[in-house]
């Protein structure tokens, strides 16, 4: 009788062995397989979703090697007001695109032009007028960008870039 009870339990543990490794294996495979088809996606898909953006990219910013950009300290503007408002205040924070680094030392230089070529532009402009839609701080940029190149003489800055713009 032990010899058929010692097989049974042999065999017993035999099946649990075998299941116990069926189990592992699943596992392993699942696993390889997840692997296998996160690397595959990230080869296959998202490399056109990433020359995409890279074409997307290098169309916006189309800033080469010689231009610079020049940062203009963070300055304070009293804005227009109806009379009706309390005073108000604009905090902007602008980078000029410039062709090269000898415009850039320039423009560097010259900061005390720059600056008041902006204030002048900004100064009569009510917070309304900055606000009303989308649209107005590209006229505004484009404005202050016309200013500086008049005020400096010839045309230095390509474009300029608001950075912060704060009203209060």
């Known amino acids: 009788m032990k010899n058929k009870a010692e097989r049974e339990n042999t065999e017993n543990k035999k099946g649990g062995v075998k299941w116990g490794l069926i189990i592992v294996l699943v596992v392993v495979l699942a696993f390889a397989a997840s692997a296998a088809g996160t690397m595959l996606t990230g080869k296959y898909f998202s490399k056109d979703d990433n020359t995409a953006g890279n074409e997307t990219e290098a169309k916006t910013t189309a800033i ?28 902007i924070k602008v980078s000029l695109l410039v062709p090269d680094g000898d415009d850039a030392k320039d423009i560097k230089k010259h900061m005390p032009l720059i600056r008041d070529s902006m204030i002048r532009v900004l100064k009569p402009k009510k917070a309304a007028d900055l606000l009303k839609d989308d649209g107005s701080i590209d006229q505004i940029k484009t404005q202050v960008k016309d200013a500086l190149n008049k005020d400096y003489g010839h045309s230095v800055v390509q474009e300029v870039y608001v950075t912060d713009f704060v009203i209060q």
């Open 64 to 91: 080469s090697s010689k231009q610079r950009l020049v940062s203009v300290d963070k300055f304070v503007v009293n804005l227009a007001n109806d009379g009706n408002s309390d005073p108000q205040y604009l905090r």
